[in-house]
């Protein structure tokens, strides 16, 4: 039998999976092909590496280290222990706790905007209920899912974290009334066999659009927080007179937790059938795989794991998602880290059933991408980057119906960038103690090598500051390359103002019994010019020396422009992939993180990601929001959803990430539902918003009488619902008889506007006397029907007198109302004369003349801006319109917002 000790076991096996999983072959196009440029790659895809096994590892070694104390005392019961840190949301330790020494506030108000930006932000509403938390209880991680108006959300909950042992790791909350407000749900229920389970991690939800029914999954440890098995769950819970519960608990999977940790579930449902389907990273003490289940009798049962990922990618593979087609095809995709040290690209892979789950289709590289695996965004804090692949289906009957999107943020190739070699004359640094603080700095430049030693005391651990001058748009690759491999250190960048304690970038090596990897590498873009603040420190008790190379990069021809874009590609089959087009519209040097993708009602892509343009310096974060009305190829100007800016690097927090692994993005069928980690208050809580998807037919013409070979102007108001993307709309005109009627026409309605469309309708000279239903139908800019109006047209025969008709006198209602700040009217007049259009307030005071002149016969539409003659704005209040026509006159009335 091996007597060693476990933990040196699974160091050994790990790092002989490191070893073997980086062969060198020769270098792709493009790439360095030198002796050190292959080094530094290999190390850091070995840093790659072990990060991504890192959590897992520390699981797999509680749980053999438990059972073999449980083995030596013969099956007594073990003392209470703390819970060994998960993959996920785990407490954070000493070096990821905020900055002491930058104050708060922890959420700042943005930048000055207009009224009309300001207005376009919709309404954020905080989804969970604060009270009885923790001082630091913190909630990240979310998930949303909608269904018309009601909408659930779910979070890691960092209020488990203050009970001992630890307590439950999961929150949702929920609303009947599409987001404008949310009741705490608090703690989901457990399958009723387990009543020491708790859920611990990774909450994601999906609804059945055919039953009503919402599901929640997650993962969870069935025997408590020193349990010695750990799950994958699902829930199930439904609305019932506007009041959301879940009524009961399956399992999916159990392992042994000595053996098999389950890692990032991900949940679908398939509205036709009710099939469930989950997917899951599963690590072992040997490496990692993509596994599948799927259950078609409502979660009850599941059937065993059936392995997505390929014997190659072993070890490799994280951040596995599954999502449903419209006609039941089951797609997957999941990030697989590269081995090969000549080559720059992580890989997406993706398999797709059309069984329902039964079967898939070859794996298919879908995605080559660049990550900056070794800093998270600016404030995030823990020591990595996220780059897992986010996924949508469209299933409306628009344009695209069945195209599948992915959505991820990458990097500029900073790979391929050589840095000098350390014994070149004139680069050295060393530091000038003291250089403890941003103070006192020790006056550095990009390039050079950065040499110290960090002193530490059994109760202090030395940091020391390095002051570099970037200029905006400059990229700063940073490798720490000397490292003894059993210390812990932190490498963190730190924003020139306004105290020089604003996080950018944090990598590090955080576990000194991690004895594989001793380097971190990462790259950072500078938004404006500036000095800079790199921060090397330890993190472990004890001195050591250290060299830090640093170099400019350089950006080729890649599509990344700096520390990380948005990025989203689509398929039609699932086997060739479109080129991938850049998302955000900012400038360089501000960073984009963890994106989502979702397909709106109105058959259109929506992304949100955390974006960081609305700070100078880009350290503090806001969500964005964009669609694409042309199935993915370009996308519009991004549109802010929250109202208030989140500072990560003080914001309170007990948990680690702090901004979640993800955040989410749903469709409900009428909006778009977006759930993040918000630091406004004073810990970190789950904020939604809901951005409205939906256009409608405002007012179009009555029925009217018409003689043969006459013709008629007619028109309809179309209202958009969306405040922050205008649309085109396209216009169809049909009729019950074969008459000749306009072409498609298309029109261009303004966010949270309305646009006016007329069309001449002519009566054939032909034509019988009788009714003839005339529609038009409206369809939005992702080909979804958006509404028809239909009006009556009655031939008769004979010459009609002008009263009669359509060119009648008349004043037609105002559109939109309330407006605001916009409003138009269409009015006729039966002859050509003189007209006034005027606008006056309820006192009878004339505040705009829009018309006063000649007016030719016939139907006219008037727009007014809602200001008065002078040029200004007018006031929120009710208003009227006022027609005057050969001593006639009528009036109108109207609501004005701001």
Known sequence: MNSRPIATSLRLVFAALLCAALPLAPARAGTSPDPESQARRAEYRRMQVEMLRLGPLHKLRAAQERERASARRHGKPLPAAKPSRGARSVPVNPDDLPVATAPGPFGLANPPMSAEAAAAIPANVRCNDPAGDGASAAQSETAVAALGAFVVTAWNDGQGFNSVPYGEGQGFGWSA????????????????????????????????????????????????????????????????????????????????????????????????????????????????????????????????????????????????????GPNGEVHAVWSALETNAAIDTDHFRYRRSSDSGASFGAEVTCVDQISNFGTGAPGFNRNRGITFPGIAVDRTRGAHRGRVYLSWNESYDWLDDPFPATTTAGIGRTEVESNGSTATATAAALGQVLRGTLTTTANTRDQDYFAIPLNAGQHMIVYADSFTATRAFTLRLFAPAPDGAQMLAYGGKTDSTASTVTSVVWTYTAPVSGTYYLRVAAASYRSMGYRVRTVAGARGAERGRD???????????????????????????????????????????????????????????????????????????????????????????????????????????????????????????????????????????????????????????????????????????????????????????????????????????????G?????????????VVVSQDCFAITVVAGQLGVSDGPLAFSLGASTPNPARGHAGIAWSVPRTGRARLTVYDLAGARVRTLVDGVAAAGRSVTWWDGRDDSGHAVHAGAYFWSLEFEGQRKARRMVIVR
Not at 637 to 654: D, E
Not at 771 to 783: A, D, I, Q, S, Y
Request: net charge negative.
């Open 177 to 324: 009334n599409g987001g404008a407000s949310f009741t705490d749900g608090g703690a989901v229920p457990h399958p009723s066999a387990y009543p020491s389970w708790i859920w611990t991690s990774d909450p994601v939800l999906a609804v059945n659009e055919t039953t009503g029914d919402f599901w929640y999954c997650g993962l969870a440890s069935p025997g408590g927080a020193n349990g010695t098995t750990n799950a994958i769950a699902v829930a199930r819970g439904r609305f019932t007179n506007n009041v959301f519960a879940f009524d009961s608990a399956f399992v999916v999977r159990i392992a042994t937790s000595s053996s098999v940790f389950l890692d990032k579930q991900w949940i679908a449902v398939d509205s036709l059938t009710g099939n469930l389907y989950v997917s899951n990273t599963t690590f072992t003490t040997t490496g990692d795989q993509i596994d599948f289940y799927r259950s078609t009798d409502g979660g009850r049962t599941w059937s065993a794991s059936v392995m997505l990922s390929s014997v190659a990618d072993g070890g490799l593979v994280q951040g596995s998602r599954v999502a449903v």
């Open 771 to 783: 009714v003839n239903p005339v529609c038009v139908t409206f369809t939005g800019p992702g080909g």
């Open 563 to 769: 520390q990380r874009d948005v990025f989203v590609t689509w398929s039609d089959n699932g086997t060739s992939w479109a080129t991938p087009a850049r998302v955000n519209d900012d400038a360089a040097g501000y960073d984009n993180y963890l994106p989502e993708i979702a397909v709106g009602g109105d058959g259109l892509p929506y992304t949100l990601a955390y974006d960081f343009r609305d700070d100078t310096y880009g350290s503090r974060a806001n969500l964005y929001l964009s669609r694409s009305a042309d199935g993915g190829a370009s996308w519009a100007a991004n549109a802010r959803v929250s109202n208030t800016a989140t500072n990560f690097t003080t914001a309170v927090t007990n948990m680690a990430p702090n901004m979640g692994d993800y955040l989410a993005l749903g469709s409900g069928g009428s909006a778009v539902f977006a759930a993040w980690a918000d630091g406004r208050n004073a810990n970190i809580d789950v904020y939604s918003a809901s951005v409205p998807t939906t256009a409608a037919i405002a007012s179009g013409p009555a029925d009217t009488t018409m003689n043969a070979t006459g013709a008629a102007d007619f028109g309809w108001s179309v209202t958009n619902a969306s405040t922050q993307f205008a649309g085109a709309y396209g216009a169809h005109f049909s009729s019950a008889r074969a008459w000749p009627l306009p072409a498609d026409a298309s029109v261009t309605v303004p966010a949270a506007g309305a646009a006016f469309l007329s069309a001449t309708i002519a009566v054939p000279d032909s034509a019988a006397s």
